[in-house]
């Protein structure tokens, strides 16, 4: 029998709503049940009965608008997780979006029906994204740090590999470390070929597509190819809704 989940949808547009509704359909692990209310206040109330896993939360309201909206809301409901659903596509938006503890953060006109369904269903199996404020603890550190392994290849000159161990592609502080190592990476003379493996990546938030342009960008202009490796077919969608496989050189896990 599928997992149940309870989503509540602040979106004021019906056909939004409708359309999130027919896409959650589709899932075949886990049954959605979304009750959705048109505005800020009132998306409140029914939070205040319970029994909602997670929020889908646009931040274009009738009566609330921009990242307002989804602090004022997080202010009320610390413990349920917040997705943002918005049509806004703003890489620094996002960034402070996940800054300030939103479980996601979805564009409506790239998101398909598994990626949705694989947004909803994180959200609740994980503590939420902490608060980014520059304070970590020694543990912290050790978790962030092990996220990322880079090995340079014996067999192969010029060849590093570099393991990405973040299931879950969205935390900020865990995606800045990730860039910085790769940027530091690809600027070294000895290297002309990074395979990224991510045979444990189960899902690659919008903000950590963003950060791996970056380090694409910075490869090409050192003559370094960058290459994904061992992409899971539900990783390998995200990458295809925004034709970043036309960008990246990506190399599909075996089934």
């Not at 009132?42 to 997670?54: F, N, P, S, T």
């Not at 889908?56 to 921009?66: A, W, Y």
């Not at 989804?70 to 413990?79: C, G």
Request: with cysteine.
């Amino acid at each position: 029998m599928a997992d149940q989940l309870h989503v509540l949808q602040i979106e004021d547009s019906p056909t939004i709503v409708q359309l999130t509704r027919s896409m959650l359909a589709e899932s075949k692990s886990v049954a959605f049940v979304v009750e959705a209310e048109s505005s800020l206040a009132a998306g409140i109330k029914r939070l205040a009965r319970g029994g909602i896993d997670v929020v889908l939360l646009d931040l274009t309201l009738p009566d609330s608008e921009g990242l307002e909206t989804f602090s004022t809301l997080q202010a009320v409901i610390p413990k349920v997780p917040i997705v943002i659903f918005t049509s806004v596509d703003d890489e620094e938006l996002t960034l402070d979006a996940l800054r300030q503890g939103a479980a996601d953060y979805l564009v409506k006109s790239e998101v398909h029906a598994k990626w949705l369904a694989r947004a909803l269903s994180f959200a609740p199996n994980r503590n939420q994204t902490p608060k980014f404020d520059g304070k970590s603890s020694k543990s912290d550190d050790k978790v962030v740090e092990r996220s990322i392994e880079i090995e340079k290849s014996d067999a192969t000159p010029g060849l590093f590999w570099v393991r990405i161990n973040a299931k879950r592609m969205v935390s900020v502080v865990t995606m800045e470390v990730i860039k910085n190592r790769m940027l530091n990476l690809v600027k070294r003379t000895d290297v002309s070929e990074v395979r990224v493996d991510f045979s444990n990546v189960e899902y690659v938030a919008n903000a950590a597509i963003s950060m791996l342009l970056i380090v694409h960008k910075k490869a090409k202009a050192a003559d370094a190819e960058l290459i994904l490796c061992n992409i899971s077919n539900q990783v390998f969608e995200q990458f295809t809704s925004r034709r970043f496989d036309k960008v990246f050189r990506i190399e599909r896990a075996s089934a």
